[in-house]
């Protein structure tokens, strides 16, 4: 059987650790790489090109969607955000997982193009936790908090068009059950078609 | 995340080693139960009722039909096979998985029955290595393993209807294998209504 690499969607609401949790994953295992996104906002302190994100120009980014180098974009707060098609396919031609931390709305454009996507949720324990995962950041007024949580009950409809979800509560064992639900996904039949048709093919010469 | 109790439905090609897979697995861990099938046929050497199946007669195999005792049912050779229902849901409602060992018609029916059901397909590393497993056995004629292989060229053809495959090359690994396999299916949205529905209104009422 051999192991092909696919593209791996992550969301979840924010405030559900879903950084920290691909952070930890990639270092933990080689078989997976990070997309970095591009986008038109301004970087944040402590934010490096390249590393968060590709920061560009309005122009930059709408040449990219015009020179087909996005696999999927979208735009939250005026401004855009995108992955770069590049990267992603070298990477799956090496045989590696690539996570895409990515909303929605991304998903869906992904799982068109790229049937073999695993589509993976990331949820709290409980809304409570949740709120209180943003609280405890202290680094949001009350207002953006409410805002997230809005977002949350809008992004909750959403959730049935994943393959999986997964709960966040403790963060080691979370990295462990990501792994094993991709590993779990790579063994689908539809994503074998070629493995299932060698060994048709065995029977039928032997 | 309540983890519910769910049918596993285990098929592969003769030979290619799921009953010792299974036997293994229930050993190994408590949250599994393997449903004991009923047959018309007679026991073989060595077998014992209620253990191996439950061997019935022809009108106790169709009272249970009758009476909707069985969850499916299929004939081969002249023979009977069915899985009686009461097993399977007193343990489901216990929150334990249920192991079916049987073919695709019956993975069909049950399909039907419990769209929750995971179906998993055991693969050999290859034919050739199917083959001589068969022959290593060394209970059966030439004729008999001719007739197995000739089985395995119509099961093949209904693998896709499969949720997963797994490769039985190493027993060790490969019960492992299924265990995070059967782990991850656990964590598909469509088994886990009942707490995303939680955690939605959960949101609503912060």
Known sequence: ??????????????????????????????????????????????EENGREYFFVSNEEFERLIEENGLIEHAGFVNHYYGTPRKFVEDKLSDGIDVILEIEIQGARQIKKQYPDAVLLFVMPPSAIELKNRLIGRGTESAEVIDKRLKRAKEEAVGIEDYDYIVVNDDLDECV??????????????????????????????L
């Open 1 to 46: 059987m051999n192991r092909k690499g696919l593209i791996i969607v992550v969301s979840g609401f924010s405030g559900v650790g879903k950084g920290t949790l691909m952070k930890e994953l990639i270092k933990r295992y080689d078989r997976y790489a990070l997309s970095v996104s591009a986008t038109t906002r301004c970087p944040r302190p402590g």
């Open 176 to 205: 462990q059950k990501v792994h094993q639900i991709i590993d779990a996904a790579h063994h689908a039949p539809f994503r074998n078609i070629d493995f299932i048709n060698t060994i048709r093919n065995e029977l039928f010469e």
